[in-house]
Nanobody, 120 residues
Framework: VQLQASGGGLVQAGGSLRLSCAAS????????MGWYRQAPGMQRELVAA???????NYADSVKGRFTISRDNSKNTVYLQMNSLKPEDTAVYYC???????????????WGQGTLVTVSG
């Protein structure tokens, strides 16, 4: 399984960014797809997650500002981030559950991380 994340960058407070993470791996179905973030000196935390059926979950700190979505035909998960705040500055990681098509087993993979910097 390979994950390719993109979309980070520098933005002013109040601005928007869209992150994407594409998963590839022909032997797997992708169920859980999520975004985590880690700020300097802080633990990695869940930002938002979505299942293959479209159920979503958000951290309280981003509710109403961030939207997670996915395109199952492309095995890609997106994170639309609006009204960004300086405290959103972090490295953002996608995390994907790859469920084997031949065996009853799942594996979790991390993307390479993309830096989001929000200037105040």
């Amino acid at each position: 399984v390979q994950l390719q994340a993109s979309g980070g960058g520098l933005v002013q407070a109040g601005g928007s960014l869209r992150l994407s993470c594409a998963a590839s791996g022909s032997s797997f179905n992708f169920n859980f797809m999520g975004w985590y973030r880690q700020a300097p000196g802080m633990q990695r935390e869940l930002v938002a997650a979505i299942t293959s059926g479209g159920s979503t979950n958000y951290a309280d700190s981003v509710k109403g500002r961030f939207t997670i979505s996915r395109d199952n035909s492309k095995n890609t998960v997106y994170l639309q981030m609006n009204s960004l705040k300086p405290e959103d500055t972090a490295v953002y990681y996608c995390n994907v559950e790859a469920r084997s098509r031949s065996r009853p087993v799942s594996y979790y993979y991390w993307g390479q991380g993309t830096l989001v910097t929000v200037s105040g």
